[in-house]
């Protein structure tokens, strides 16, 4: 099953940028990458996936590096309320029984 | 469209008292079902999943059950709550290749 490394905190001014790294250098050829936030005491949010191109939505850009190795999760304007922690995440499991593996995720403070 | 609902938001449970979380999806058939649990400060930890119904695997030896009586429906359960069993307990779910989607979550205190 593949694995997920990132940093535990980060830090961001407001209206700047906010660049999330994560190493999933054992993935798997068929497995996604998810990335999710968790704001203080309410359930993870999802944000955006890949395989791998990069994507852009609404709320933020995945960069996935050509060897999928690791990812970056962009949030191109950040706000005082994207501050959460953040969890990149693969699918694994046997038998299309799909099961999201959660680390400690990227701690995001953006201050003012 | 897909919904999930947790209850309740907040409980608190004596030592020794029963448990009884519960879960349902609408707007969709046989999901995945999951159970996680996240202690103050912590990561989410996966207690249980379920890929039908009457289908549950355990990942974490513990004081807590799972059980799927219905294909939208997973119950949390456990006969005698222990302290360490406080935390924040989040159900989710999943079809396919498409992404998780978290209830709310319900905040166990255990006194």
């Known amino acids: 099953d593949a694995k997920t490394t990132q940093p535990p905190s980060m830090d961001c001014a407001e209206g700047r940028a906010a660049n999330l790294p994560c190493n999933h250098s054992?993935?798997?050829?068929?497995?996604?990458v998810y990335w999710y936030r968790q704001i203080h005491s309410q359930g993870p949010q999802y944000i955006i996936h890949?395989?791998?191109n990069n994507e852009t939505n609404e709320m933020a850009s995945l960069i996935i590096t050509e060897d999928r190795k690791s990812s970056t999760l962009i949030l191109p304007h950040a706000t005082l309320r994207d501050t959460a922690v953040y969890y990149c995440?693969?699918?694994?499991?046997?038998?299309?029984?799909?099961?999201?593996?959660f680390g400690r995720g990227t701690s995001l403070i953006v201050h003012p | 469209s897909q919904t999930i609902h947790q209850w309740p938001a907040t409980l608190v449970q004596p030592v020794g008292s029963p448990l009884s979380l519960e879960c349902t999806v609408e707007?969709?058939?046989?999901?995945?079902l999951y159970w996680y649990r996240q202690a103050a400060g912590r990561g989410l930890q996966l207690l249980f999943y379920?890929?039908?119904?009457?289908?549950i695997s355990s990942e974490v030896p513990q004081n807590l059950s799972a059980s799927r009586p219905q294909d939208r429906q997973f119950i949390l359960s456990s006969k005698k709550l222990l302290l360490s069993d406080s935390g924040f307990y989040l159900c989710?779910?999943?079809?396919?290749?498409?992404?998780?989607?978290f209830g709310s979550g319900t905040r166990l205190t255990v006194v």
């Open positions: 379920s890929v039908g119904i009457g289908q």
């Open positions: 995440i693969v699918r694994v499991g046997p038998g299309g029984s799909y099961i999201p593996t």
């Open positions: 989710a779910w999943s079809v396919d290749t498409y992404g998780y989607t």
């Open positions: 707007g969709t058939s046989n999901p995945n």
């Open positions: 054992t993935i798997s050829g068929n497995e996604y």
């Open positions: 890949g395989l791998k």
